[in-house]
């Protein structure tokens, strides 16, 4: 079992910055890829950026040079620091873990980031 809680979400003015962070607990050593999703009103919840313990990481087009993912392993946690934000990346943002040992996929609670243009 792995528990996540994610933070940092808010209120911002395109152009600005913010950052997300999730910390981890519970069996962490099985878990081999986390990630951040996205829901936007009304949409379907998508892929944001993955990052894996070799510290590989993965983005979608739409975030790529803005976004950076980020694992620190000696505090559980990890990070979405998000640059130049847009009205378009007004979303609930839930961070995610990929469980190996039962090919489980694991979800943080979500946190509301709302950017105002």
């Known amino acids: 079992q792995v528990e996540l809680v994610g933070s940092g979400g808010g209120l911002v003015q395109a152009g600005e910055s913010l950052r997300l962070s999730c910390v981890a607990s519970?069996?962490?050593?099985?878990?081999?890829?986390w990630g951040w999703y996205r829901q936007p009103p009304g949409q379907t919840r998508v892929l944001v950026a993955t990052i894996d313990n070799g510290g590989t990481a993965k983005y979608v087009d739409s975030v790529r040079g803005r976004f950076t993912i980020s694992r620190d392993a000696a505090e559980k946690t990890v990070y979405l620091q998000m640059d130049s934000l847009n009205s378009e990346d007004t979303a609930k943002y839930y961070c995610n873990a990929y469980y190996a040992p039962s090919k489980r996929y694991f979800w943080g609670q979500g946190t509301q980031v709302t950017v105002s243009s």
């Open positions: 519970g069996s962490i050593t099985g878990v081999i890829v």
